[in-house]
């Protein structure tokens, strides 16, 4: 379910900000107050955010469409829901899809047969999904809406802040209309840990199981790092107050400890390699020898 996290951070280049990720102890309303005391710091839900915004393959090859879309309507919404089936819509690519799937809506001669009713009810599922994710005065009227109580889902999921639906981040402390019976991806968001991510329903998504993962247990005298991206660790740092922010990057001197650690170890492997092979004839076969 985190797999698009992994992808993100593969995908995009690094942003130069520095990370900070919070403790599970540390108080949430003193790290909110140390971010904006430190602009020089993002939230890693702001980091995600960046990258999921950050498309313009997904943006480019949709506004390809906006050339043909008359003379190929099929062709374009299969284009459109492959494009939101393998990743997030950007806000630019919400509005397309809104606007294209509404122009094609209105050609009463296109996709008009009554084969092609499942076509249509498609195009005004895309049109309405963004229509009630960006609110910006489009009539809703055509839009079958229902309700995520956010707060409900909050309560099963306290380590959860924010949720972003496509690339529309919302707070989880109020309820969200949403188009219904239509897939969204959902990326829950924490800066504690990882964000949780799904692909579907209202429905379906209250019917799944998530588990609290911390980036970082123990103290700020003595902490572990549990699975954050190496990628970003030389860029991140961790709050657990206003007088304790550790860097996330491993130690200089725990890798010198490890590194003369190795060479030892390296040293009393051969040791013992050559110890066995003491007094012990050696035949290499030709067969095994290729030129």
């Not at 195009?123 to 999904?129: K, P």
Request: aromatic residues 10%; proline residues 5%.
């Amino acid at each position: 379910m985190n797999t698009l996290l992994f992808l993100l951070i593969g995908a995009f280049p690094l942003w130069a900000q520095n990370i900070l990720i919070k403790a599970p102890e540390a108080s949430p309303s003193g790290y909110q107050r140390f971010l904006r005391e430190h602009p020089d710091l993002l939230s890693f839900s702001d980091y995600i955010q960046q990258q999921i915004q950050n498309q313009p393959a997904q943006e480019e090859n949709l506004l390809q469409r906006s050339d043909s879309f008359l003379e190929n309507p099929r062709e374009t919404l299969d284009e459109m829901r492959k494009e939101h089936q393998k990743s997030p819509l950007t806000l630019t690519s919400l509005r397309f899809v809104r606007d294209l799937s509404l122009r094609l809506l209105e050609e009463k001669t296109l996709l008009s047969s009554s084969s092609e009713f499942k076509r249509r009810r498609d195009l005004m599922q895309i049109a309405c999904r963004s229509i009630w994710l960006l609110q910006e005065g489009d009539s809703t009227s055509a839009c079958p809406s229902q309700l995520f109580y956010g707060n409900r889902f909050q309560k099963e999921h306290p380590w959860f802040e924010e949720v972003i639906l496509e690339t529309v981040r919302r707070p989880l402390s109020s309820s969200l209309r949403l188009a219904a019976r239509t897939p969204h991806h959902w990326t829950f968001l924490s800066n504690e840990g990882p964000p949780a991510t799904f692909f579907g329903t209202v429905e379906q998504v209250g019917q799944q199981h998530f588990t609290k993962k911390s980036w970082v247990t123990g103290s700020c005298e003595k902490f572990k790092v549990q699975d954050f991206p190496l990628e970003l660790q030389s860029q991140s740092q961790v709050y657990f107050s206003d007088d304790c922010v550790q860097s996330l990057e491993t130690p200089k001197h725990w890798l010198r400890q490890q590194k003369t650690w190795w060479i030892f170890a390296g040293v009393l492997a051969a040791g013992i390699v050559v110890t066995t092979l003491q007094n012990k004839q050696i035949t290499l076969s030709s067969s095994l020898i290729q030129w």
